[in-house]
């Protein structure tokens, strides 16, 4: 009869384990130590760099099936909810486990909005960065740097603390990023228009130059909205990994989200839509796809953009992108990268290389060439992916928080390294050779 373990017979001993298969397809890791070659043996570990077989949590936010291009937040299709929601709804529903009524709702924007602004000493902090620093890193120091003006956010097990921070943080941060992109322009920093919605009052704070009062384009602002809502959480991808293992040490929300937006700002994560769009622009023109795609396939370059961790089909929230670009190009005009972009996935889906290594569009593919449409330059992008990813950061930390089976995040290694030596003087020394894990070749 079948049952719900796993046998395993450990061939050194003869000995025999059986272990309970749980709820997910999942066996305990530590399980695994029971089974050892002798007494004094630590016991077997699983060996899994960059977690590629690992779960680390157990989570209700989030769930994706790669294979079949699926992702639903709270069990909400992403589809439905970039069609009928918007960013401040998905947030209250990927925070709070359900979509609010009208009285919720209610409460929560004005909840949001009364945290928009931000001490003024944060301005000042801005001020000190170079006229060309990368908002993403302005970003990173800015988000930890409030941790030092909510010291209260220390009592992470405090739920009304908890609360608190995250209206705060939710609130905040579309005025940094704004903040950030008015220092690098030499522009004034436009404070918040609470009058506006979320995403309208970041084009405000973004655009609004000597105008009383800023009015969105509709159109715009509601393809903003919806690039919010597909990228607002993605389970246990390499940045909310960083805020749940940073926040693992319980240390406050403001500097776990610094760690989490430093993960993102990388090129393989949310620094992707950035060098997608360096790399549509030089490439330059359609008839050069075929020669980049060569040298893709020797291993020359990769093509930013494609592929993912989790997807092995396309990604849902890349064929949303890809149809927003057309709106969003009635009213800004066409963006001629797109035509490169078009043509590097037909090609690139009509090859074996990527067809047999199942790499399709990321939401990275398309998103940078709509941002860059908008008049936003380059290095904005992958903070339009940290704005909207914080209710996601915030809800998956929450959740670490409370869970009871969750301790401070500490990997295992394997020790492949020197035996015991001795120290000697450094006059009895040989002269050192290089060794391949040298830091550098050089003195
Ligand atoms: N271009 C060319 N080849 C690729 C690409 C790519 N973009 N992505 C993967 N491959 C190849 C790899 O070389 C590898 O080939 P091999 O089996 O011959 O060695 C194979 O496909 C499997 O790829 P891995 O690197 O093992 O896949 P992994 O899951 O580790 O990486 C990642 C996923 C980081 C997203 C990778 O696909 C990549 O670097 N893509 C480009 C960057 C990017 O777009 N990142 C954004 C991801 S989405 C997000 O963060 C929002």
Same mark, same amino acid.
């Not at 709702?105 to 000493?121: D, G, M």
């Not at 030092?148 to 943080?169: C, G, K, M, N």
């Given at each position: 009869?079948?049952?719900?373990?796993?046998?395993?017979?450990?061939? %050194?001993?003869?000995?025999?384990?059986?272990?309970?298969?749980?709820?997910?397809? !999942?066996?305990?890791?530590?399980?695994?130590?029971?089974?050892?070659?002798?007494?004094? $043996?630590? +016991?077997?570990?699983?060996?899994? @760099?960059?977690?590629?077989?690992?779960?680390?949590?157990?989570?209700?936010?989030?769930?994706?099936?790669?294979?079949?291009?699926?992702?639903?937040?709270?069990?909400?299709?992403?589809?439905?909810?970039?069609?009928?929601?918007?960013?401040?709804?998905?947030?209250?529903?990927?925070?709070?486990?359900?979509?609010? $009524?009208?009285?919720?709702?209610?409460?929560?924007?004005?909840?949001?909005?009364?945290?928009?602004? !931000?001490?003024?000493?944060?301005?000042?902090?801005?001020?000190?960065?170079?006229?060309?620093?990368?908002?993403?890193?302005?970003?990173? +120091?800015?988000?930890?740097?409030?941790?030092?003006?909510?010291?209260?956010?220390?009592?992470?097990?405090?739920?009304?603390?908890?609360?608190?921070?995250?209206?705060?943080?939710?609130?905040?941060? @579309?005025?940094?990023?704004?903040?950030?992109? %008015?220092?690098?322009?030499?522009?004034?920093?436009?404070?918040?228009?609470?009058?506006?919605?979320?995403?309208?009052?970041?084009?405000?704070?973004?655009?609004?130059?000597?105008?009383?009062?800023?009015? @969105?384009?509709?159109?715009? *602002? %509601?393809?903003?909205?919806?690039?919010?809502?597909?990228?607002?959480?993605?389970?246990?991808?390499?940045?909310?990994?960083?805020?749940?293992?940073?926040?693992?040490?319980?240390?406050?929300?403001?500097?776990?989200?610094?760690?989490?937006?430093?993960?993102?700002?990388?090129?393989?994560?949310?620094?992707?839509?950035?060098?997608? &769009?360096?790399?549509?622009?030089?490439?330059?023109?359609?008839?050069?796809?075929?020669?980049?795609?060569?040298? !893709?396939?020797?291993?020359?370059?990769?093509?930013?953009?494609?592929?993912?961790?989790?997807?092995?089909?396309?990604?849902?929230?890349?064929?949303? &992108?890809?149809?927003?670009?057309?709106?969003?190009?009635?009213?800004?005009?066409?963006?001629?990268?797109?035509?490169?972009?078009?043509?590097? *996935?037909?090609?690139?889906?009509? $090859?074996?290389?990527?067809?047999?290594?199942?790499?399709?569009?990321? !939401?990275?593919?398309?998103?940078?060439?709509?941002?860059?449409?908008?008049?936003? =330059?380059?290095?904005?992008? =992958?903070?339009?992916?940290?704005?909207?990813?914080?209710?996601?950061?915030?809800?998956?930390?929450?959740?670490?928080?409370? $869970?009871?089976?969750?301790?401070?995040? %500490?990997?295992?290694?394997?020790?492949?390294?020197?035996?015991?030596?001795?120290?000697?003087?450094?006059?009895?020394?040989?002269?050192?050779?290089?060794?391949?894990?040298?830091?550098?070749?050089?003195?």
């Amino acid at each position: 009869m079948a049952t719900n373990t796993l046998t395993v017979i450990d061939n %050194r001993t003869g000995k025999r384990y059986e272990f309970p298969i749980e709820e997910g397809n !999942v066996i305990r890791a530590t399980l695994l130590r029971q089974i050892k070659a002798s007494e004094d $043996d630590y +016991g077997l570990m699983s060996y899994d @760099p960059a977690f590629t077989n690992t779960a680390a949590c157990k989570s209700r936010i989030t769930f994706i099936d790669g294979d079949k291009g699926i992702l639903r937040y709270r069990g909400y299709p992403i589809e439905e909810l970039a069609e009928h929601s918007n960013y401040l709804e998905t947030a209250y529903l990927i925070i709070k486990g359900e979509l609010p $009524d009208e009285r919720h709702f209610a409460a929560w924007q004005n909840n949001i909005k009364i945290h928009t602004l !931000v001490h003024e000493n944060i301005k000042r902090l801005m001020d000190g960065f170079r006229f060309d620093a990368h908002p993403m890193g302005m970003l990173v +120091g800015t988000i930890g740097a409030l941790s030092t003006f909510y010291p209260e956010a220390a009592h992470i097990f405090d739920v009304e603390s908890r609360r608190l921070q995250t209206r705060r943080l939710i609130g905040k941060l @579309p005025t940094l990023a704004a903040f950030a992109y %008015r220092h690098s322009r030499g522009l004034p920093y436009v404070y918040p228009d609470n009058d506006l919605s979320y995403a309208g009052n970041f084009l405000s704070m973004l655009f609004k130059m000597t105008e009383l009062k800023y009015r @969105p384009n509709p159109i715009l *602002e %509601r393809a903003l909205d919806v690039l919010f809502i597909l990228h607002a959480d993605h389970e246990q991808n390499c940045s909310t990994n960083a805020m749940r293992s940073v926040g693992s040490s319980h240390v406050d929300p403001y500097s776990a989200a610094a760690a989490a937006v430093a993960a993102l700002y990388g090129p393989l994560h949310g620094g992707a839509n950035e060098a997608v &769009v360096r790399m549509l622009t030089e490439i330059g023109s359609t008839k050069r796809v075929p020669e980049v795609i060569k040298q !893709v396939k020797a291993g020359e370059r990769l093509l930013y953009g494609f592929g993912h961790r989790v997807y092995k089909n396309y990604d849902p929230r890349a064929k949303i &992108v890809r149809r927003l670009a057309n709106e969003v190009f009635e009213v800004t005009g066409k963006n001629p990268l797109i035509d490169i972009a078009l043509e590097l *996935e037909r090609i690139a889906l009509e $090859d074996d290389y990527f067809v047999s290594r199942k790499l399709y569009p990321n !939401v990275d593919f398309y998103s940078g060439i709509i941002y860059q449409a908008m008049g936003l =330059p380059t290095t904005m992008f =992958p903070v339009m992916f940290a704005i909207p990813r914080t209710s996601g950061w915030l809800a998956q930390w929450s959740e670490m928080v409370r $869970d009871s089976e969750q301790k401070i995040a %500490r990997p295992r290694q394997v020790y492949i390294g020197e035996e015991l030596r001795h120290y000697a003087p450094i006059e009895t020394r040989p002269e050192p050779t290089q060794r391949e894990d040298a830091v550098s070749t050089e003195i």
